[in-house]
């Protein structure tokens, strides 16, 4: 009988457009980043929990619109003239609400990118308009923004993104792991990322397949 080993490989993540699942939780989001040419005001907002695929789509839009992609913390220390030249993504912006600096920057980042006629794609958690950016000049734009937001995952969509997940990490788990995880886990992007994350250091230590078995012992140790 054959045994799958264990290896502790580098994680690859997929980024590219045929990687992401589309259903219906995720579908708008997806056609709207797919037609981002015709952003109302050349701008969109991205939202969504953790892990729900927000830094996937940014990925992929970038490469369809020859975007980079900054973090809005190391906004303050950016060359604002330099990335306004083309298309451009900020992600996290909420984690700068008390940052005055680096809201200033994507203030004046926000404005330069779009007088010069380039799309700017902004992600964080949340409805923009509660974002809560104490400049209320930068607030009053981005909650203005229209917003594409992704939702928690369904059925198809969860059991997708664990394949996915296990995939990175190129695991080949049991073939009756993915529907019992997907219908004892939590409901969320970011359970599914730490339970394949558990499950590959279980296999590891073990020197064990990844199982059925495996995957019940570790919900159960992470539900006490």
Known sequence: MSQQLSFD????TALG???????????VAVSLIEAWDNWPGGKLVLTGPPGAGKTHLTHVWAGMAGARIVAARGLADADIPDLANGPIAVEDVPQIAADAEAMT???????????NGHPLLMTGRGAPVHWGLGLPDLQSRVGGTPAAILEL???????????????DRQLKP??????YL???MERSFDAARRMVAILDAESL????PLT??????VLGREAE
Do not use: E
């Not at 995952?153 to 995939?167: H, Q, S, Y």
């Not at 059925?212 to 012992?217: D, Q, S, V």
């Open 174 to 179: 049991r073939v009756d792991v993915i529907p």
């Open 205 to 208: 230590s073990a020197q064990k």
């Open 17 to 27: 457009r045929d990687d992401f699942m589309v259903s219906p939780g995720n579908a």
């Open 182 to 184: 997907a219908m004892h």
């Open 153 to 167: 995952p369904d059925d198809r969509l969860l059991t997708a993104v664990l394949a996915k997940l296990f995939a």
């Open 212 to 217: 059925r078995a495996m995957a019940a012992k």
């Open 9 to 12: 490989l580098p994680v690859r």
């Open 105 to 115: 920057a994507l203030f004046h980042l926000h404005n330069l990118a779009l007088a």
